[in-house]
C-alpha cells in the first residue's frame, strides 16, 4: 500500500468521525433542548398553590 492510499484513508476515516460525532451531538443537544422546553417552567407550583387552596 502507498503513503498515498493511506493517507486518503485516514483522512476519509477522520472525516466519518467527525460526522458521527456531530451528528450525534446534535441530536443529544435536540433533545435535551426539546425535554427542557416541554418541562413546566413554574415546576408545577401553580398546581400546588390551588390543590392547596382547595
Same mark, same amino acid.
Given at each position: 500500500? *502507498?503513503? @498515498?492510499?493511506?493517507? +486518503?484513508?485516514? +483522512? #476519509?476515516?477522520?472525516?466519518?468521525? #467527525? !460526522? #458521527? !460525532?456531530?451528528?450525534? !451531538?446534535?441530536?443529544?443537544? *435536540?433533545? +435535551?433542548? &426539546? /425535554? /427542557?422546553? &416541554? @418541562? @413546566?417552567?413554574? *415546576? *408545577?407550583?401553580?398546581?400546588?398553590? %390551588? @390543590? %392547596?387552596? %382547595?
Amino acid at each position: 500500500m *502507498g503513503k @498515498d492510499f493511506k493517507k +486518503t484513508l485516514i +483522512t #476519509i476515516l477522520l472525516i466519518a468521525a #467527525i !460526522g #458521527i !460525532g456531530l451528528w450525534c !451531538g446534535l441530536k443529544w443537544f *435536540g433533545e +435535551t433542548a &426539546s /425535554n /427542557n422546553a &416541554s @418541562d @413546566d417552567p413554574t *415546576g *408545577g407550583y401553580e398546581q400546588r398553590v %390551588e @390543590d %392547596e387552596a %382547595e
